[in-house]
């Protein structure tokens, strides 16, 4: 018997009878979300800025980072100070890359979130790879909680989608906290 | 991982306790994570029914496995991953090399799989030429000290950062003598980011698999699983059959607690949801049994795989604190561990249900609500049954049960008592007598209570 004939025969007679699915909580709609959204970011050492058009969110892009290096967006809109290309398909290419500079439609506020999914990535690798993140979101696009992010989210078909809650971390050495461990050293999020 | 001669959890306790300073650091260090997770915790109103629709999910889960892990697969494989099942460690580190091996590489990345820790993969492949390199920095720092992580979320919680520093000076090339955690992870950030670039096959744990979509998610701080995964031309996931919960929608259950649980965040920093392999890249799954059908099949115990590895029963155990995880000689240590582990191993590990005081602080902060002391409680049941008991153990207890069967006896066992702790403490009060490690002896009575009330008795009529 092959082992995966073995394995469903094992579970089959050691699991007990069925147990029904419970109900997931009905979600309410919460006001305020941006302020906790915003609130929560800071808490994981993200940085936040209320913007009103892409005109003042590429002006403090310029004055945030180094324009002389590579950064890569999605949106067009963005030509003027990055790499606009849709796809990649080299990811050790990408190793160079200083910032990346993404777009959301779902983004959530008891923990700062937000998803991206392959359709917003040039390449799977980027929010990971590049140096730094900036991640734009509207106030709109803002849910209370997971609950409501995966009523949001759906079947939505993807090959790959990740949460991203700020900068990459890590505290394994003695607990202290240090911002950019594999990924990302700083991440800024833009409300729109 | 060493293979060095059995010693049980109190003898490699014993040792831990020597260093008290380092003892009383390592448990304020984890009872700080553990404050960190209440904080967490009690922002959420709603976290205790939180608690109960994640275990009650996860008992659907149990009585339904057969069903979900045919469902996964068939979904999975629909996705374009490759599915392959283990019955054992043996079996799936075997599918491991023979994925290496198909693709004539001998060295590659892994992130943080307690799976793999459980069946010994590095050790497998190093012995067949195959370098693993751990990605994960706290599984990179016990690696280059050859040790086994102490613990299941912060490897090396037992580790002072001076020591690391050494260790990143002899290995890293750092400064001699620089211990700054910033500085120490920049370098390791260098260091990991040339293997990332370069390692063709990438390993990852799993921490939930969807039966519905066929996808699984992997959760991280620091972003190696996405970094090895995105980079390589392969992808192997690991993981325990028991990571499948039904829908997708019942993410938002776990992830909620997951992180909250384990070291007070909100959500990990990134959750990667990973449903089709990119264009050009092979994507495998292993899915692992070795010994959880088993574990399964005994209804005191089955509800030990609810867990979802937030170790918030290590943070909190007032025996994992003050022992340290090697103590626990078992690639998942603390309270969790200890109930895991003797279905692996009745033999190897009798002693770990007895590494606890049954205070039941585990099982009140376990986000699935497994009843982990309870459980602690039974294991002892069925490993003196078996037969595992410790030799000084069934001995003194045999003893016991023949003293107190016999009314006579038990007085003079009593008289004897008394009269040696007032009259030759010296006698007890020594290393020969394992109740009186850490312990004072007790202040004697004069007499027994049965021969108070004889005499007041008496006296009252």
Known sequence: MSSRAAILSAVKAAQPSLKPLPALPVSNVSNDLTGLFSETLLGIGAQVHFVTDYDELIRIIGSSYDLGKRIIALNKVFAPIAEVEAVYTAPLTLADVELVILETNLAVAENGAVWITDDQLPARVLPFIAQHSAVIVRKEDIVANMHQAYEVIGDQVYGFGTFIAGPSKTADIEQSLVLGAHGPCSMLVFIL | ?461
Not at chain 2, 130 to 155: C, F, K, N, W, Y
Request: net charge positive; with cysteine.
């Open chain 2, 1 to 461: 991982m060493t293979n060095t001669a059995y010693q049980s959890h109190a003898e490699r306790a014993t040792i831990f306790n020597e260093d008290e300073a380092r003892v009383n650091w390592h448990d304020e260090t984890l009872w700080w994570v553990r404050q960190k997770r209440d904080r967490a915790a009690h922002l959420i109103p709603e976290w205790e029914s939180l608690r109960e629709l994640a275990s009650g999910i996860k008992d659907n889960v149990l009585s339904n496995l057969h069903d979900y892990l045919v469902s996964f697969e068939e979904q999975a494989i629909q996705n374009g991953v490759q599915v392959h099942w283990a019955a054992d460690a043996a079996e799936h580190n075997a599918i491991v090399l023979s994925i290496v091996k198909r693709h004539g590489v001998n060295r590659m990345v892994k992130s943080k799989s307690m799976l793999t820790e459980e069946c010994h993969l590095n050790a497998f492949l190093s012995e067949q030429g195959i370098e693993v390199i751990d990605t994960d920095l706290g599984e990179r720092i016990v690696q280059l000290a050859e040790e086994p992580p102490s613990h299941i979320v912060l490897p090396c919680i037992h580790k002072k950062k001076e020591e690391i520093g050494d260790l990143f000076h002899e290995h890293l090339g750092t400064p001699a003598g620089n211990a700054d955690p910033q500085f120490l992870t920049a370098a390791a950030r260098l260091h990991l980011r040339e293997k990332f670039l370069t390692r063709r096959v990438a390993i990852t744990g799993v921490n939930f698999a969807v039966a519905e979509t066929g996808e699984f998610v992997v959760c991280t701080n620091e972003g190696n699983a996405d970094m090895g995964a995105h980079l390589a031309d392969v992808h192997i996931a690991c993981m325990g059959m028991e990571k499948i919960i039904p829908q997708r929608r019942h993410l938002g259950v776990f992830l909620r607690l997951l992180t909250r649980s384990a070291t007070g965040q909100p959500i990990t920093t990134y959750s990667s949801h990973f449903r089709k392999p990119r264009p050009g890249q092979e994507l495998h799954i292993i899915l692992v049994d070795n010994g959880r059908s088993r574990q399964l099949g005994r209804p005191d115990f089955r509800n030990s795989l609810k867990c979802i590895r937030c170790a918030a029963c290590f943070n909190t155990c007032p025996v994992y604190r003050r022992s340290g995880g090697h103590s626990y000689h078992t690639a998942i240590a603390g309270p969790i561990g200890s109930i895991l582990a003797p279905n692996l191993d009745m033999k190897e590990y009798a002693d770990l249900p007895f590494a606890s005081t049954l205070c039941g602080s585990c099982s009140n902060v376990c986000p699935v609500k497994i009843d982990i002391h309870d459980q602690l409680y039974k294991w002892r049941q069925v490993l003196v049954q078996e037969g595992h008991a410790p030799l000084v153990k069934k001995v003194a207890m045999a003893g016991m049960a023949f003293t107190l069967s016999l009314p006579s006896l038990y007085k003079i066992a009593g008289k004897a008592a008394r009269w040696t702790l007032s009259h030759a403490p010296f006698a007890v009060n020594n290393k020969l007598n394992p109740w009186y490690k850490n312990r004072e002896m007790p202040q004697v009575p004069a007499s027994s209570f049965g021969e108070w009330y004889a005499k007041n008795r008496t006296k009252n009529k």
